[in-house]
Structures are given as structure tokens and as C-alpha cells.
């Protein structure tokens, strides 16, 4: 029955719709009257698939030919780790860092490299609030290598994870303990500002961010990436309070149908004067999320050597492959567990 549920919640939430007067979705389970509680994946799957396939098109031709023919793969994937969230031990914090429990936030104090930070805090610690830029780091290395080695199903599974958690890192609440506004008050903004926000207005974004550019220090370029975003976070908490104020509960939400569900969301009216007070600021990340992507998917294969991607495009996975990863993703519905809603 929870993996039932679980399917359910998925589908509502890949919009960014809030059910009861939040983003998560509930079950009250007949047999034991508990409640059962999962969350709206992070930027929504429409913003995470969005970003993924645009960053295709910032990549040089000779690149090109290898990831337009798999367009559809980095796409589709760029949600499994939200779908690996509650199934594979170790996946969740991987997505956020909470940069409000430190007190300097300095390399004197939080170390850029993993190994560094494990000595100074522990693995728990790091775990518990979050690594996604050390994760950043990491996958980028496991990219490079799966070009290196001429792997194509692992550049392709690996790819479209980094560009998952390179957008993650560009979301304001992943970078703060305060996800969701439960501690201010405003529980249910993390959907909103990632999934409900986007849902309604990425239509009218400019998404031309140039092409993908080398990067000398991708280190450098994570940190930068949820530096950036943490310093948005007052003006997402603050204008959403003013505006909830100045407006009420009644106009905040409405309700909608999805997949035969009435469901609560935030409002078409609220949503716009809340997107209007952010003066593009859920544009701004999801166009640095798209460059950001691109970047590192570019920086990866110049890093391998940059290896032939025309002769790497003639390759079909076998249909075991193919077995395999359907069995897979069937896997992460069988192990459901408790995790941090992100």
C-alpha cells in the first residue's frame, strides 16, 4: 500500500501542487492510523527535465551528435535521484546543504574538499545537513571517468544525475534548514518557489545562455553555484510572508484536478504577484542551472580526453542494458524509506 501511495504522491507532486494546506502528500494508513508522509521532488520534474535538455544545446558540435541522440534519456532521467530519494541509503543528502548550521560558512571553517570536511565535522554531520556540493565534485569525477572510458551507459546514467544535483544546488531553500518555511510559518513554499513557480511562468523564460564554457575549477564553480542561491533565500521567505499578509488564505489557494485528484495549490493570481515581486529570480537560477550543466558535461569530456562522441552515438544499448535499467528504477518503489523532504 505505501508503494501505492508513493506512485500517487509522485504524480501530484511533479507539478508542484501543495495537498491539505502544504506541498506534502498524506495517507492515513486504515491499519495502523499512522500517517505516511512524502514530498514533491526538488525543482519539480518539469523544471529538473527542462534544465537537463536545454543545457543538450549549449554543448560544441562535436559533442553533439552523442547527447541530441540521447536527448531523450537525459531528459526522462533527470529525475532519478529524486526516485532513488527514499531508496537508496545515502541519496537524500545529496541533494542540499543547510549553510545556516555553520557559523562561517569560510573555507576556515567549512573545507571545500570532502575529505577535509569529514575530518573538521564528521560523516554524520555532513550527512545530516546536507553535501551537494561535495556531491557535485564527485560525480563530476565519476563522469569524467565514464568518458574516459568510452562507457556510454554510464555517461549517460551519470550525466543526467549531475545535472540534477548541479540544479538542486542553484534552488535557495537547498541551501538552508529552514526547506520548506516550517520553521517561519510558511510551510509548502519549497514546492511552490521550485515546482508551482516554474510550472506556470518557465514557458515565457529565456533559456539562451551561450554556449558551455571550460571550467577551470569546478570546485569553485559548485560553491559559487550555492553561495548564489543561499543569498536569494531572504527575498523567497520575505516576499512570500509580506505577500501572505497583505492577501489572506483565501486568495492564497485555489484548487485544481490532477490525475482524477482535486488537489490544493497556490493560486494563479498569487503565484503571479509573488513571481512579479521576485523580479526573475526563478529565471535567473534555472538559466544558470541550464549553463551550469552544460558546463560541466563540457568540462568532463575535455578533462577525458575529449573522446570521438560521433562513435560513441553509434552505440545501442543491448537489450540487457536496457532490462536492467527498467528493473532497476522498479527497485527504488520496493525500498521506500523515511528521508529528509527536500
Known amino acids: 500500500m505505501f508503494r501505492n501511495f508513493f506512485i500517487i504522491c509522485f504524480l501530484t507532486g511533479a507539478s508542484g501542487v501543495a495537498t491539505a494546506s502544504t506541498d506534502f502528500c498524506r495517507l492515513n494508513l486504515p491499519s495502523t492510523g499512522?500517517?505516511?508522509?512524502?514530498?514533491?521532488?526538488?525543482?519539480?520534474?518539469?523544471?529538473?527535465?527542462?534544465?537537463?535538455r536545454l543545457a543538450v544545446f549549449t554543448l560544441p558540435a562535436e559533442m553533439m551528435p552523442f547527447f541530441k541522440k540521447h536527448l531523450g534519456f537525459l531528459t526522462d532521467n533527470a529525475v532519478n535521484p529524486d526516485k532513488r530519494r527514499y531508496a537508496v541509503?545515502?541519496?537524500?543528502?545529496?541533494?542540499?546543504?543547510?549553510?545556516?548550521?555553520?557559523?562561517?560558512?569560510?573555507a576556515a571553517t567549512l573545507p571545500r574538499l570532502y575529505r577535509d570536511a569529514t575530518e573538521r565535522y564528521g560523516a554524520d554531520t555532513l550527512a545530516l545537513?546536507?553535501?551537494?556540493?561535495?556531491?557535485?565534485?564527485?560525480?563530476?569525477y565519476q563522469l569524467t571517468e565514464a568518458f574516459r572510458q568510452r562507457d556510454v551507459r554510464r555517461i549517460l546514467r551519470v550525466a543526467a544525475d549531475l545535472g540534477h544535483y548541479i540544479a538542486d544546488a542553484n534552488v535557495p531553500l537547498h541551501t538552508t534548514r529552514n526547506?520548506?518555511?516550517?520553521?517561519?510559518?510558511?510551510?509548502?513554499?519549497?514546492?511552490?518557489?521550485?515546482?508551482?513557480?516554474?510550472?506556470?511562468?518557465?514557458?515565457?523564460?529565456?533559456?539562451?545562455?551561450?554556449?558551455?564554457?571550460?571550467?577551470?575549477?569546478?570546485?569553485?564553480?559548485?560553491?559559487?553555484?550555492?553561495?548564489?542561491?543561499?543569498?536569494?533565500?531572504?527575498?523567497?521567505?520575505?516576499f512570500e510572508r509580506e505577500l501572505t499578509a497583505a492577501t489572506g488564505?483565501?486568495?492564497k489557494f485555489s484548487f485544481e484536478e490532477r490525475n482524477g485528484l482535486t488537489t490544493k495549490v497556490y493560486s494563479a493570481d498569487f503565484s503571479q504577484q509573488y513571481h512579479t515581486?521576485?523580479?526573475?529570480?526563478?529565471?535567473?537560477?534555472?538559466?544558470?542551472?541550464?549553463?551550469?550543466?552544460?558546463?560541466?558535461?563540457?568540462?568532463?569530456?575535455?578533462?577525458?580526453?575529449?573522446?570521438?562522441?560521433?562513435?560513441?552515438?553509434?552505440?545501442?544499448?543491448?537489450e540487457q542494458e536496457q532490462q536492467e535499467e527498467a528493473e532497476?528504477?522498479?527497485?527504488?518503489?520496493?525500498?521506500?524509506?523515511?528521508?529528509?523532504?527536500?
Request: proline share 4%; with cysteine; charged share 20%.
Open 249 to 251: 488564505d483565501t486568495r
Open 34 to 52: 499512522d500517517q505516511v508522509i512524502a514530498k514533491a521532488p526538488g525543482w519539480g520534474f518539469h523544471a529538473h527535465q527542462q534544465i537537463n
Open 179 to 238: 526547506y520548506n518555511g516550517q520553521l517561519t510559518g510558511q510551510q509548502g513554499i519549497h514546492g511552490f518557489w521550485e515546482s508551482r513557480l516554474p510550472e506556470l511562468f518557465s514557458s515565457d523564460y529565456d533559456f539562451l545562455t551561450g554556449s558551455a564554457e571550460y571550467l577551470y575549477s569546478p570546485q569553485k564553480a559548485a560553491w559559487r553555484a550555492v553561495f548564489t542561491a543561499h543569498a536569494a533565500l531572504d527575498s523567497v521567505l520575505r
Open 89 to 106: 541509503v545515502g541519496e537524500a543528502p545529496r541533494h542540499f546543504i543547510d549553510l545556516d548550521v555553520y557559523a562561517d560558512t569560510s
Open 129 to 140: 545537513h546536507g553535501i551537494v556540493p561535495w556531491q557535485i565534485q564527485l560525480t563530476k
Open 277 to 318: 515581486l521576485l523580479r526573475g529570480q526563478v529565471e535567473r537560477q534555472m538559466r544558470a542551472s541550464v549553463k551550469m550543466v552544460g558546463d560541466f558535461w563540457y568540462t568532463c569530456w575535455v578533462d577525458a580526453g575529449q573522446p570521438d562522441m560521433k562513435a560513441l552515438a553509434r552505440y545501442q544499448l543491448t
Open 328 to 342: 532497476e528504477k522498479k527497485g527504488w518503489l520496493k525500498r521506500l524509506f523515511s528521508a529528509r523532504e527536500e
